[in-house]
């Protein structure tokens, strides 16, 4: 796992199937960034049995055989979308490609795993919740920030808990390297990545619904900029927004991509979640200047102050969950109405967001 990039971001868990060998076929269509590395990692350490890939790029597959030698490498995307014995399909595929891969699919009668954002407009959100509808088939999204970080998985369990009591606010940082150099084109063009509160975004608003327990939320202030990068028109380098949810719970994040070569990791990725009986804050994947290991929590409550360090002790629940969820019918790892709405609220904050006109 790559310290270097977000890009490149692809935990390694501890193998905890939840099912007997062959029990569930997942194959691989598009290759375009990185996470997809993450979410195969995630899914066969379930148990899930990784059979094909394909992505139009040659070279893309063969790195990834290099990583997966038991896949098999496809002709086309129909050679896999016809196999009847293949249960999911991953994809992190450009952006504004991920949901057609999606609905083609689910239309095949396999679930769906996306990397995030898994949508840029709202057009494409409507259309894949009316396909699922129709088919009954899962479509799930790779939140990362939140399921492949085992100190975020702790604070999700110490809430369950009610170590904290009931939580009014939470505030996110995510910021990112931008490693320039090596970016796609698509990188670069809004209507592929979707900009950057529906992309990176998409992350905080998602964890933001979960950590506060809210099925909905309203966008009240977002705005984005291209403060640095003028080479570049179509880049937002720059977005925060703030929300309230139904339940009355306030939400602030920031997002950016200025992570300073100095940083031993690709972000400072941190949250902060204010309860009533306590507070909570997450240093993801370093504590600068003091470790250079991830997974901090810090928890304050009336008992006094705790430091966890979580490393390798936690796990990532959220894989086996949702291969289970498409097996079972169930909706433990996730629903359908918490992945759509992370997703809605993260196309309207970029939809409505104030442009500071600078470089855009």
């Known amino acids: 796992?790559?310290?270097?990039?977000?890009?490149?971001?692809?935990?390694?868990?501890?193998?905890?199937?939840?099912?007997?060998?062959?029990?569930?076929?997942?194959?691989?269509?598009?290759?375009d960034h990185g996470h997809i590395y993450?979410?195969?990692?995630?899914?066969?350490?379930?148990?899930?049995?990784?059979?094909?890939?394909?992505?139009?790029?040659?070279?893309?597959?063969?790195?990834?055989?290099?990583?997966?030698?038991?896949?098999?490498?496809?002709?086309?995307?129909?050679?896999?979308?016809?196999?009847?014995?293949v249960d999911m399909i991953l994809s992190a595929a450009i952006a504004s490609e991920r949901s057609a891969i999606g609905n083609e699919a689910m239309r095949a009668g396999k679930h769906y795993f996306a990397?995030?954002?898994?949508?840029?407009?709202?057009?494409?959100?409507?259309?894949?919740?009316?396909?699922?509808?129709?088919?009954?088939k899962r479509f799930f999204v790779y939140f990362s920030e939140r399921l492949h970080v085992e100190s975020a998985v702790f604070a999700g369990e110490l809430i369950e808990q009610g170590v904290i009591g009931e939580v009014v606010q939470v505030t996110g940082f995510g910021p990112h390297r931008l490693n320039k150099e090596s970016r796609p084109d698509w990188f670069f063009?809004?209507?592929?990545?979707?900009?950057?509160?529906?992309?990176?975004?998409?992350?905080?608003?998602?964890?933001?619904?979960?950590?506060?327990?809210?099925?909905?939320?309203?966008?009240?202030?977002?705005k984005v900029a291209n403060y640095d990068n003028p080479d570049t028109p179509g880049l937002e380098d720059y977005g925060d927004a703030t929300l309230i949810g139904a339940n009355g719970a306030t939400f602030y994040f920031k997002v950016d991509w200025f992570t300073p070569d100095g940083l031993s990791t690709w972000g400072d990725g941190r949250t902060?979640?204010?309860?009533?009986?306590?507070t909570i804050e997450l240093r993801k994947y370093v504590d600068v200047a003091r470790e250079e290991t991830g997974n901090h929590l810090y928890l304050v409550t009336d008992e006094g102050e705790k430091?966890?360090?979580?490393?390798?002790?936690?796990?990532?629940?959220?894989?086996?969950?949702?291969?289970?969820?498409?097996?079972?019918?169930?909706?433990?790892?996730?629903?359908?109405?918490?992945?759509?709405?992370?997703?809605?609220?993260?196309?309207?904050?970029?939809?409505?967001?104030?442009?500071?006109?600078?470089?855009?």
Not at 272 to 277: A, P
Request: aromatic content about 8%.
């Open 189 to 222: 063009e809004k209507d592929k990545y979707g900009g950057i509160l529906c992309d990176i975004g998409s992350h905080q608003i998602e964890q933001f619904l979960f950590y506060s327990n809210n099925t909905d939320a309203e966008v009240i202030h977002s």
């Open 272 to 278: 902060f979640i204010t309860g009533t009986k306590g």
């Open 38 to 85: 993450g979410m195969v990692n995630g899914t066969v350490e379930a148990g899930a049995n990784l059979k094909w890939v394909y992505d139009n790029d040659p070279d893309k597959m063969k790195a990834f055989k290099e990583t997966y030698p038991e896949v098999e490498l496809a002709e086309s995307k129909e050679q896999i979308l016809e196999d009847e014995s």
């Open 307 to 360: 430091h966890y360090d979580v490393n390798g002790k936690v796990g990532y629940p959220f894989f086996g969950q949702m291969i289970l969820d498409c097996l079972n019918g169930t909706e433990q790892a996730m629903t359908q109405d918490h992945i759509f709405k992370a997703q809605e609220l993260s196309l309207l904050a970029e939809r409505d967001a104030m442009v500071i006109n600078k470089n855009l």
């Open 1 to 31: 796992m790559s310290k270097e990039s977000g890009m490149t971001y692809a935990p390694k868990g501890k193998p905890k199937p939840v099912i007997e060998k062959g029990g569930f076929t997942i194959a691989a269509i598009g290759l």
């Open 115 to 136: 990397d995030k954002t898994a949508f840029t407009t709202l057009e494409q959100l409507d259309e894949s919740k009316r396909i699922v509808q129709e088919t009954g």
